[in-house]
């Protein structure tokens, strides 16, 4: 029995051995990018983007180049076969020579443009705006703006105005080719934001019964704010000043007493005394 033991040992050591290569050899495989690729001088081939790449482009062979890149700093999640990313859209934006990282690329299949860039269950409403409307230009995409709406109220002798949306992302602004009442072309600003289905609702709706304005807000601030909103009447309560009677002369201030031109302090025999001249 004493002399089967170091058999049987060296055979368990031989089978762990065979199972530990084995998954190796898995691993290796289900990683053949990365595994092989940092190889002898301390680099990996990471593929990157040959030109500047905007956001929702579907991503061609000749969009993307390989190089090598420090093993050492190589970026978490980076792509480092064409064929990983060609035929798939992006998500974000790629600058000339950036790393293309799964992060920025879609689902296979999902296709490319605009559809990608929002998330499930969301949707692009594109609004009619004009240069006060969409704040001078500044509403660009990726930015977040509130929308005020004007409007006269039913049954109501006064215009109101509020802010019925918060926080939208805009998708995109720019101009377009419509036909006008009399079936000419002419171009139209237009500006589209990202909305659940009912702020598409409602966001159209106002474009339709009143006029509306974009306010863009700082991109850390996420919060929203409730307003009263304000009505015409109130305008001139809120900066109302008071009224002088024609007639009545202002109200005089007393006029401040000078101060004393010149002043002593005299001491003697530890007594303090003020002198004024």
Same mark, same amino acid.
């Given at each position: 029995?004493?002399?089967?033991?170091?058999l049987?040992i +060296?055979? !368990?050591? !031989?089978?762990?051995?065979?199972?530990?290569?084995?998954?190796?050899?898995r691993?290796?495989a289900?990683?053949?990018?990365?595994? %092989?690729?940092? &190889?002898a001088?301390?680099?990996?081939?990471?593929?990157?983007?040959?030109?500047?790449?905007?956001i929702?482009?579907? =991503?061609?062979?000749?969009d993307?180049?390989? @190089?090598?890149?420090?093993s050492?700093? +190589?970026?978490?999640?980076?792509?480092?076969q064409?064929?990983?990313? @060609?035929?798939?859209?992006?998500?974000?934006?790629?600058?000339?020579?950036?790393?293309?990282?799964e992060? $920025?690329?879609?689902?296979?299949g999902?296709g490319? &443009?605009?559809?990608?860039?929002?998330?499930?269950?969301?949707?692009?409403?594109?609004? /009619?705006?004009? $240069?006060?409307?969409?704040?001078?230009g500044?509403?660009t995409?990726?930015?977040?703006? $509130?929308?005020?709406?004007? *409007?006269? =109220?039913?049954?109501?002798e006064?215009t109101?105005?509020? #802010?019925? +949306?918060?926080?939208l992302?805009? =998708?995109?602004a720019?101009?377009?080719?419509?036909?006008?009442?009399?079936?000419?072309?002419?171009?139209?600003?237009? @500006?589209?934001? *990202?909305?659940?289905?009912?702020?598409?609702?409602?966001? @159209? =709706?106002?474009a339709a019964?009143?006029?509306?304005? !974009? %306010?863009?807000?700082?991109?850390?601030?996420?919060?929203?704010v409730?307003?009263?909103?304000?009505?015409? %009447?109130? +305008?001139?309560?809120? &900066?109302?000043?008071p009224? /002088?009677?024609?007639?009545?002369?202002p109200? !005089?201030?007393?006029?401040?007493r000078? %101060? $004393?031109?010149?002043?002593?302090?005299?001491?003697? &025999?530890?007594?303090?005394? #003020?002198?004024?001249?």
């Amino acid at each position: 029995m004493l002399r089967q033991r170091p058999l049987v040992i +060296l055979a !368990l050591a !031989l089978v762990s051995a065979l199972v530990a290569g084995i998954a190796a050899i898995r691993y290796s495989a289900q990683r053949p990018g990365q595994a %092989a690729q940092a &190889g002898a001088g301390g680099t990996a081939q990471i593929v990157v983007a040959a030109h500047d790449l905007p956001i929702g482009h579907f =991503l061609a062979e000749t969009d993307l180049q390989s @190089v090598s890149w420090p093993s050492k700093a +190589l970026p978490a999640g980076y792509v480092s076969q064409k064929s990983v990313a @060609v035929g798939r859209g992006l998500i974000a934006p790629v600058r000339t020579n950036a790393p293309i990282m799964e992060a $920025d690329l879609a689902e296979r299949g999902s296709g490319a &443009g605009m559809p990608i860039i929002f998330p499930e269950g969301m949707r692009a409403v594109s609004v /009619r705006v004009d $240069d006060v409307i969409s704040v001078a230009g500044w509403t660009t995409p990726r930015t977040r703006v $509130d929308v005020m709406l004007t *409007m006269r =109220l039913p049954n109501a002798e006064q215009t109101f105005t509020q #802010i019925i +949306l918060q926080n939208l992302v805009v =998708l995109g602004a720019g101009q377009v080719v419509q036909q006008n009442e009399k079936g000419e072309p002419m171009t139209v600003s237009v @500006v589209t934001l *990202m909305v659940t289905p009912e702020q598409g609702e409602k966001l @159209v =709706l106002a474009a339709a019964q009143g006029r509306i304005q !974009l %306010a863009l807000r700082n991109m850390l601030d996420v919060d929203d704010v409730r307003t009263a909103g304000i009505a015409d %009447a109130r +305008l001139f309560e809120l &900066g109302r000043q008071p009224v /002088r009677t024609a007639g009545a002369a202002p109200a !005089l201030r007393p006029r401040p007493r000078p %101060a $004393d031109a010149n002043v002593i302090e005299v001491f003697k &025999g530890g007594v303090r005394s #003020i002198q004024r001249f």
